[in-house]
């Protein structure tokens, strides 16, 4: 696989480049979630609108989960000089 640059990466960096993709791909699903919560305009107390919060909050901790292991990921990579950008 190459980089935007052409340049061949690593099995490290196309780890890192899926961890990335997936980190943006939760944003996004966080921002729908939020958007049909706002919107939503049955009872707060139904199970319809229960089940858009456990989403979120399952959602949210993808996304702690994700950003974790790309810091991990990206120290581990750095102390052994192999450098993801």
Known sequence: MKDHG????TRSSQFME???LHEISLLQDADRLQKLMDDFTGNLDSDEYTELEIA???NTGELIATRHLL???TDIMNSSNERYA
Not at 6 to 9: A, E, K, V
């Open 6 to 9: 052409g340049n061949s990466m």
């Open 56 to 58: 979120d909050y399952h």
């Open 71 to 73: 810091s991990v990921a």
């Open 18 to 20: 899926y961890m990335k």
